[in-house]
């Protein structure tokens, strides 16, 4: 596609539920990077997958979050057992090659956690 | 631990300015340093992205510089206008850091009319 689509872009969860946060990067890129931003603050790294294979977790905070790529192209987070702290803006990028040509970001999904 | 600072978090200024915004970066051993803007509610767009072999890029009204050896990035901005308000962030790819951006806390800008 022409941008980074993430879907949904809001999603008000209750406490403890389990959601789904989906991203769909620019066709061809292979690499694809979940960040976590939360109010007044820049993003956080929580994961890079480099094709199918998750490259990099080291930023997923606990073992309720869970991504994954199996086809190399549309890449889903999984949080389990959501916390009110989790709420915050789930972006997604995806880039060519991670040294070289920058990255693109989508627009976000808003995850409000009640 | 490479980290990234924004100075000011905050600045306002009459529209018309010159300006200039800081990032800072404890280590030097980057692929690249880019400069994003982001709206209120919004994702972050791609401003200009500086290799670690450059010393700056422009687009527009828009030039970055990068100094590794200092580690220090400015962005500046010419006769800013009232549609530049938005947040500034700018973030490095680290050499041993993987494929992750280590981003800045941004800097809020607001141009007023």
């Known amino acids: 596609g022409a941008g980074v689509s993430q879907t949904p872009s809001n999603k008000v969860t209750e406490k403890g539920k389990y959601v789904e946060l989906r991203c769909d990067p620019i066709?061809?890129?292979?690499?694809l990077y979940w960040y976590r931003q939360s109010l007044g603050q820049g993003p956080e790294f929580l994961i890079y997958?480099?094709?199918?294979?998750?490259?990099?977790d080291s930023g997923l905070p606990n073992d309720r979050f869970f991504a994954v790529r199996p086809e190399g192209s549309v890449s889903t987070l999984k949080i389990q057992r959501t916390e009110r702290g989790d709420s915050a803006v789930y972006l997604c990028a995806s880039s060519l090659d991670r040294s070289h040509y920058g990255y693109t970001f989508g627009s976000g999904t808003r995850l409000t956690v009640v | 631990k490479q980290e990234v600072t924004q100075i000011p978090a905050a600045l306002s200024v009459p529209e018309g300015e010159n300006l200039v915004l800081n990032c800072s970066f404890t280590?030097?051993?980057?692929?690249?340093l880019q400069w994003f803007r982001q709206d209120p509610g919004k994702g972050l767009t791609s401003l200009l992205l500086i290799q670690s072999s450059q010393r700056e890029q422009t687009s527009g009204r828009l030039n970055a510089s990068l100094d590794k050896s200092s580690g220090r990035s400015t962005l500046y901005i010419a006769a800013s206008q009232p549609g530049d308000s938005a947040t500034y962030l700018c973030a490095v790819l680290h050499y041993n850091q993987g494929g992750k951006l280590i981003f800045g806390q941004g800097t809020e800008l607001s141009v007023k009319p």
């Open positions: 997958f480099q094709g199918t294979g998750a490259a990099d």
């Open positions: 280590d030097s051993a980057i692929y690249n």
């Open positions: 066709s061809g890129h292979t690499a």
